[in-house]
């Protein structure tokens, strides 16, 4: 299913709903315009965020950017981590609702 190809008919998602595909897009550049949080650090956390909602389109676009924004292969990876961390303690809070 996954396949970068797709992301050409994002065109065609704006042609069928271009208020809302142009809404989008503004508020995605918005948010990753350097602010109180740099660029750098922005697009480690959308790594991060990525990994844990498993988008491999998010995976592959924000690794580039974080890379272009200057991140290492070193603060990837942990950046990596924390997402496995809260991934598996969301697994293991959520396991006190299924036991007495």
Do not use: W
Request: hydrophobic share 50%.
């Amino acid at each position: 299913m996954y396949d970068m190809a797709n992301i050409k008919k994002l065109k065609t998602l704006k042609e069928l709903a271009p208020e809302a595909m142009s809404a989008f897009q503004a508020f995605d550049a918005a948010v990753f315009k350097d602010g109180a949080l740099s660029v750098k650090v922005k697009e480690l956390i959308a790594v991060a965020v990525a990994l844990t909602t498993q988008c491999p389109y998010c995976i592959e676009i924000h690794a580039k950017k974080a890379k272009a924004a200057g991140c290492t292969d070193a603060e990837i990876a942990e950046a990596s981590f924390v997402a496995a961390a809260l991934r598996a303690g969301g697994a293991v809070t959520h396991a006190t609702h299924a036991i007495g």
